[in-house]
């Protein structure tokens, strides 16, 4: 189903007090810094947020390469050009999402490779790729 | 009103298994206990295919081939996970909540005012769907026995669409009884279903409207509460259960956050042993485990953390020391500093009667039984709880066991993340 591109439902949440520990608090709290944590960074949604492998060269020219890290955000809605990891044939596999003239497509980036067009209930969407990870040293 | 509603992942094990495997939408699916031994867990194809629930591996082989159902072995890395995904996008959408079991959260929704609960509750579900994959279905109702209810026929109704709301709904709850067998309503376990349809009793409506004097002469208080309940009024409120069924839990939210790792370690240490007593109150052993620790997550612009692991048992078990020593691996592995952990829990996974899953084949069969657990629980039966307790948890012996289908470990393990083709 590619109903997807609708603004995300909004979950309205209820306002109510939490309870704020009492005591004076520490002027050296503004202070205090944390290591710098890559998950921070990277991982908005931890509970939406999933790990996969790219395997193969179709999305050589966007720059996700054989190997690389995948960083998964299934809390955000797919939207047209987003990069995509998609249902195909039973398969998890990674495509730029494209729409053109009311047609939507699972494009390749890579001269190689074909643009899939999809129709609207022979896909699924599994999630937008937010980042990707190379490693550079293997040692 | 009061306002609960009960949250319950559909076809929680099978729904894991597909989210990482797409193929196995297309195929009925069956999980099977520790050491392959029975079916514990059905998609609904299986189920329509007559699979039954605890049927042993070799009286549905046929059954298996004829539909090339799949076969998977439980994967509890994997299951614990998502868990704590679902659980997590849930908590932080109600004022409070309770984890009723791995795959079952209780939410209290009094004082959650939204024009519409139903759309609220549909909302949830979608969200819950696409951020974790996991569909589920929701029940509303004015008692946790009437949101457990309601939450049973919104599976099965299709027009529900996945969330039936008995508290805006108050003219369906007569319906709602009618429709509900007397033996799936909660807390009623086979022995009382038995008694109660001998006289005649057979659905939930029956038995709301059976006399209290009579419910307490022959069921007891516990019974009297179960019919107060479906009659509308509130005997169990969040975090007070009458009986676990598959998993049982012990969680709290602390009192006030905790940042120091051997106070969060001896709160995860007493639960480990108060589930761990249950178990063994209800004769029960549990095949593996799961601890979760979080953050508040309403506390404004505090950092937000939510861990979780999990261990499965060689052989299910109901000793304390060897639940604790299970728990106390997970919590070393993963426990990160720097955080106000707000609430930590304990679950006990794959429960059953010892002896029901088949052993492997250079396993003691019976775990040696040295006295000492019934000993401390006869101590603290008497002198109240926690007056006997475990020193220092025991090292473990071997965690190898038979798991011929085991699906990787998808989340949890580096080695094992999914692969997405570019091809």
Not at chain 1, 64 to 69: A, P, S
Not at chain 2, 135 to 147: C, E, H, I, M, R
Request: hydrophobic share 40%; net charge neutral; with cysteine.
């Amino acid at each position: 189903m590619l109903s997807f591109v609708d603004c995300p439902p909004k979950l309205e949440l209820p306002l109510f007090g939490t309870q704020v520990p009492a005591g004076f608090p520490s002027p050296a709290d503004d202070h205090i810094e944390g290591k710098l944590d890559l998950n921070e960074h990277l991982i908005r949604r931890p509970a939406a947020t999933f790990f996969v492998r790219a395997a193969g060269e179709s999305m050589r020219d966007a720059g996700i390469f054989d190997g690389d890290l995948l960083v998964i955000d299934r809390g955000i809605s797919p939207q047209p050009d987003d990069i995509v990891i998609a249902i195909l044939h039973g398969d998890l596999t990674v495509k730029r999402l494209k729409k053109v003239a009311g047609q939507w497509h699972l494009a390749a980036e890579n001269m190689d490779y074909p643009s899939l067009p999809i129709g609207e209930n022979d896909c699924e969407i599994w999630g937008v790729v937010t980042t990707s990870i190379r490693r550079h040293c293997g040692r | 009103m009061a306002t609960f509603a009960l949250v319950d992942c559909n076809n929680f094990y099978a729904s894991c298994e597909r989210l990482f495997q797409p193929r196995l939408r297309e195929r009925p699916v069956v999980v099977l206990s520790n050491n392959d031994g029975c079916v514990i867990a059905r998609s609904n194809e299986a189920k329509v295919l007559g699979v039954a629930m605890g049927a042993p591996m070799f009286k549905i082989r046929k059954l298996v081939e004829e539909h090339d159902i799949a076969v998977c072995s439980s994967n509890y890395a994997l299951y614990g996970d998502i868990s704590e995904r679902v659980m997590t996008v849930l908590g932080a959408s109600a004022p409070s909540h309770e984890i009723y079991s791995i795959d079952e959260c209780f939410l209290d929704l009094d004082r959650l005012a939204v024009p519409s609960l139903t759309e609220w509750c549909r909302v949830l579900r979608e969200r819950t769907r696409r951020w974790t994959g996991i569909p589920v279905s929701v029940g509303v109702g004015p008692t946790k026995t009437l949101a457990k209810l309601a939450n049973r026929l919104a599976k099965k109704s299709a027009k529900a669409g996945g969330v039936l709301d008995l508290v805006h709904h108050p003219a369906w709850i007569e319906a709602a009884l009618r429709k509900t067998p007397v033996g799936d309503v909660w807390g009623v376990g086979r022995r009382w279903t038995v008694m109660l349809e001998e006289r005649g009793i057979h659905t939930a409506h029956e038995f709301a409207n059976a006399p209290d004097g009579w419910v307490r002469q022959r069921m007891g208080v516990v019974g009297l509460r179960t019919v107060h309940e479906l009659r509308g009024f509130v005997c169990h409120a969040l975090e007070d259960q009458p009986s676990p069924k598959q998993t049982t839990c012990c969680s709290r939210t602390f009192g006030a956050a905790i940042r120091e790792k051997s106070q969060v370690h001896d709160a995860v240490m007493s639960f480990s042993e108060r589930v761990a007593e249950k178990v063994r109150h209800a004769g029960q052993v549990a095949g593996a485990v799961q601890l979760f620790i979080r953050t508040d997550p309403f506390a404004q612009g505090a950092p937000q953390k939510s861990l979780s692991g999990s261990a499965t048992f060689h052989r299910p078990t109901s000793d304390t020391r060897e639940i604790s020593a299970a728990v106390l691996r997970i919590f070393d592995r993963i426990w990160r500093a720097g955080y106000d952990w707000r609430k930590a829990g304990v679950l006990l996974l794959d429960i059953g009667m010892p002896g029901d899953s088949p052993a492997s084949l250079f396993d003691r069969i019976e775990a040696p039984d040295d006295g000492l657990m019934s000993a401390i629980d006869q101590i603290n039966a008497r002198y109240g709880r926690g007056t006997a307790r475990l020193g220092l948890a025991q090292k473990d012996g071997e965690w190898r066991m038979r798991r011929e289908n085991l699906s990787p470990s998808f989340t949890t393990r580096w080695t094992d993340i999914p692969s997405a083709r570019l091809t």
